[in-house]
């Protein structure tokens, strides 16, 4: 059954005592819900990996899997993995990142813009860098482009700041999968250059 949409109202038909009466019936409109985890997910990073220091125009460096698909960007950079993902997106900013702001800013731009984010933790960290800001959520993975297969994945998001920029690091793989120790690694690679 295709979706209506909420634009249009959706007209049932009751037939009372015999006669057919039209009456409108308003239709919700659909967000997308949170996709359950596989049972055995995709997206291990092994612990046998080998992981290059990759260096950016944009001023930073971070350790990164060998072998990655990457995508270099005058922000930033892309590598990914299947389902597994590290961005980074250097940008302007007034002032270094607070929890508190991340909730009021950055928690409302990932629900505008994702899919079905779930946020559980937004916190201060201090890691080799400095002071980061950690958000920690669930989200769907965008439809794979030949089976429109999507799954659940967990994302770590670290707002690094120093001197009017700030980078923020995003670690995605699919929920379930063990990257923790991994995801530490990269993280606590990440300098500024």
């Given at each position: 059954m295709r979706p209506i949409s909420p634009l249009h109202l959706a007209v049932a038909l009751v037939v009372l005592a015999g006669n057919a009466v039209l009456i409108p019936v308003p239709v919700a409109t659909a967000?997308?819900?949170p996709i359950t985890p596989e049972a055995n997910p995709p997206g291990d990073i092994p612990d046998s990996q080998v992981f290059v220091t990759y260096a950016s125009p944009a001023g930073f460096a971070i350790k990164v899997p060998?072998?990655?698909a990457m995508t270099e960007r005058p922000d930033g950079a892309r590598f990914t993995d299947k389902y597994n993902s590290i961005d980074i997106l250097v940008a302007p900013a007034a002032s270094a990142p607070t929890?508190?702001?991340a909730?009021?800013?950055?928690a409302v731009i990932?629900?505008?813009n994702g899919r079905a984010i779930r946020i559980s933790a937004i916190r201060q960290v201090t890691l080799p860098a400095g002071p980061a800001v950690l958000i920690i959520y669930t989200s769907n993975s965008e439809p794979n482009a030949?089976?429109?297969?999507?799954?659940?994945l967990e994302n770590n998001r670290y707002l690094f700041y120093r001197e009017g920029r700030e980078a923020a690091l995003s670690l995605s793989a699919p929920?379930?999968?063990?990257?923790?120790?991994q995801w530490q690694l990269m993280a606590n690679s990440f300098r500024w250059k």
């Amino acid at each position: 059954m295709r979706p209506i949409s909420p634009l249009h109202l959706a007209v049932a038909l009751v037939v009372l005592a015999g006669n057919a009466v039209l009456i409108p019936v308003p239709v919700a409109t659909a967000q997308e819900q949170p996709i359950t985890p596989e049972a055995n997910p995709p997206g291990d990073i092994p612990d046998s990996q080998v992981f290059v220091t990759y260096a950016s125009p944009a001023g930073f460096a971070i350790k990164v899997p060998e072998g990655w698909a990457m995508t270099e960007r005058p922000d930033g950079a892309r590598f990914t993995d299947k389902y597994n993902s590290i961005d980074i997106l250097v940008a302007p900013a007034a002032s270094a990142p607070t929890p508190a702001r991340a909730r009021k800013e950055e928690a409302v731009i990932l629900a505008k813009n994702g899919r079905a984010i779930r946020i559980s933790a937004i916190r201060q960290v201090t890691l080799p860098a400095g002071p980061a800001v950690l958000i920690i959520y669930t989200s769907n993975s965008e439809p794979n482009a030949v089976t429109d297969k999507q799954i659940r994945l967990e994302n770590n998001r670290y707002l690094f700041y120093r001197e009017g920029r700030e980078a923020a690091l995003s670690l995605s793989a699919p929920a379930g999968a063990d990257n923790a120790d991994q995801w530490q690694l990269m993280a606590n690679s990440f300098r500024w250059k």
